[in-house]
Each structure stands twice: as C-alpha cells, then as structure tokens.
C-alpha cells in the first residue's frame, strides 16, 4: 500500500529557535498534502492544505508565518515551526492524496512527529 | 461547525468480546463517515467508510451503519483480538466540493488474551 513518512519523528527543541518537519509519499506522487496538529486528549486539528507548486492554504486561526508549508515537490511537504515555543509543542501529523486521484478517501496518513518545546 | 464526538476510552476488552465504539457527529447538509484506525508506530488507515444514510461500511470484521436519525455511526465487532489493539478516529468530510475533514478525539482498545 501506499505510504506516507514523517521524518524526524520526535525533536526536542529550544524556546526560540525553528523546527523544520518533513513529510514525504514514498511511493507514489502528491499532489495535495495536509498538514494536522492533535493535542493530548483532544482531536486531529487540520491546519493547512498544502498543493505543490502553490503556497498552502491555512485554516482560521493558523498563523502562516509562524508554520511555514513549503510543497516543492510532488513527494515532499514540509513544515517549519518558527521561533518555537512551549506552546507549540504538540504532535504533528501529515498525510497525502495520491495524484488523480479524487476525494480525501484515499489520504494516507504519515506516522507521526512529537515536537517538543523546551 | 462541524463536529464528532466518541468516547474519550480506553476501552479494555477481553479477547473475543464484543466491541462497541460510539461516535456521533453535528453537521450540515450530508457529510460522509468514515472510521481511521491507528495502530502503534504507524499512520492512520482507512478502516471504512460511509457516504449516505442507511449505508453500512465494513472491514476487517468491523462494521458501521450511518444513522441520519440519531447523527451516529457506532463502530461495531463481534469478537475483538488482540491486533485489534489500536486507536480508532471517528471522521466526517462535509458534503460539498472542499475536502475538509473533522476528526473525534480517538478512542484506544486494548485487548487482552
């Protein structure tokens, strides 16, 4: 099956400094990603739907230059966190839209990626 | 907005049990159901889906039937196994042309032999 992997899977950061996520579709191309956020006890949050060749398209309340979405290729979305901190920390999770195909019933999911801000 | 509500858990059965997860959602117009399932280390897998009312989704022994009535689509197995310890995500995409979907909060099974 098609898959979907987050790299790193956990970081640990400094108060201050920049994290950067990626989320790559190993095995077939992407034209359509998702960026989602889940916090302990609560449910996956969508952020930001990221196309490749055009900047992404952020839901409400999500700060655009605090998590930057960069989707150069059609198999690798990535997210930076910027000037992190302790409140940003959270579990980020991707997932992926196989080219022509149509409908979100096929986004596959990445595994995962705890940050956590020191 | 939309919403989806199950049940916080976790849930611990017994090999063989029977196993219900409930979720109901609020939306508008006729969305589309869907329960994810995560297993440990991995992403989340489409463990079925349903697009209209009355329709059941099954899979993997687990079935789900979409309530309009009652806005519900409980998650249902006659008898769990152990690999069927995971984290189940009831979802619902809105009707309409934009993809967004609205996940609930995850229910974990343990299930012990």
């Known amino acids: 099956g098609a898959v979907v992997s987050q790299h790193p899977s956990r970081v640990i950061c400094k108060s201050g400094t920049s994290v950067k996520i990626e989320c790559r579709s190993l095995?077939?191309?992407?034209?359509?990603m998702f960026w989602y956020r889940q916090f302990p006890k609560q449910s996956l949050m969508l952020m930001a739907t990221?196309?490749?060749?055009?900047?992404?398209?952020?839901e409400q309340g999500v700060e655009k230059d605090k998590f930057l979405i960069n989707h150069a290729s059609l198999t690798l979305s990535t997210l930076t966190v910027t000037s992190a901190h302790p409140e940003d920390s959270s579990f980020y999770i991707c997932?992926?839209?196989?080219?022509?195909?149509?409908?979100?019933?096929?986004?596959?999911f990445g595994p995962g990626t705890r940050l956590t801000v020191l | 907005g939309n919403s989806v509500t199950q049940m916080e858990g976790p849930v611990t059965l017994s090999e063989e049990a029977f196993l219900t997860i409930n979720c109901t959602y609020t939306a508008t117009g006729y969305p589309s159901l869907f329960w994810y399932v995560q297993y440990p280390g991995e992403g989340l897998q489409l463990l079925l889906k349903a697009t209209k009312a009355d329709d059941k989704g099954s899979n993997k022994g687990f079935e789900a039937t979409y309530r309009k009535e009652t806005t519900s689509f409980h998650l249902e197995k006659g008898s769990v196994q152990v690999s069927d310890s995971a984290v189940y995500f009831c979802?619902?995409?809105?009707?309409?042309?934009?993809?967004?979907?609205?996940f609930g909060i995850g229910t974990k099974l343990q299930v012990i032999p």
């Open positions: 990221s196309n490749e060749g055009s900047k992404a398209t952020y």
């Open positions: 979802a619902l995409r809105e009707s309409g042309g934009y993809q967004k979907v609205t």
């Open positions: 095995d077939f191309q992407a034209t359509t």
């Open positions: 997932s992926a839209i196989p080219r022509g195909i149509a409908g979100t019933d096929t986004q596959y």
